[in-house]
Nanobody, 126 residues
Framework: QVQLVESGGGLVQAGGSLRLSCTAS??????????MGWCRQATGKEREFVAA????????VYADSVKGRFTISRDNAKNTVYLQMNSLKSDDTAVYYC?????????????????WGQGTQVSVSS
């Protein structure tokens, strides 16, 4: 079983930045060959895809709503994936979840991910 733990959430003013981290523990064998992603869920809304990265970090994809503002990256030596969030908007307020899937390629839908973290709250004040 893989455990994913997110950190780095908080309260920030609109236009500010935050960097989320997600570290895998437990049965991490194979995590470095797994695609990873970030999703978010705002109050009263469904969970939505935000960004994904393939197993080696050579390919990334973003939701249109965050493209150009967010950057996903990973450090396989540390079993950690990051989400750098710049130019934050009030619409970015949500609980952000890290997820992994047992495949090397990108996952573009929330149902493609097998393991999830507990989430970290990001609140953007306008």
């Amino acid at each position: 079983q893989v455990q994913l733990v997110e950190s780095g959430g908080g309260l920030v003013q609109a236009g500010g930045s935050l960097r989320l981290s997600c570290t895998a523990s437990g049965r991490t064998f194979g995590i470095s060959t797994s695609a990873m992603g970030w999703c978010r869920q705002a109050t009263g809304k469904e969970r939505e895809f935000v960004a994904a990265i393939n197993w080696i970090g050579s390919s990334t994809v973003y939701a249109d709503s965050v493209k150009g503002r967010f950057t996903i990256s990973r450090d396989n030596a540390k079993n950690t994936v990051y989400l750098q969030m710049n130019s934050l908007k009030s619409d970015d307020t949500a609980v952000y979840y890290c997820a992994s899937r047992p495949h090397a390629g990108l996952g573009l839908r929330t149902d493609e991910y097998a393991y999830w973290g507990q989430g970290t709250q990001v609140s953007v004040s306008s």
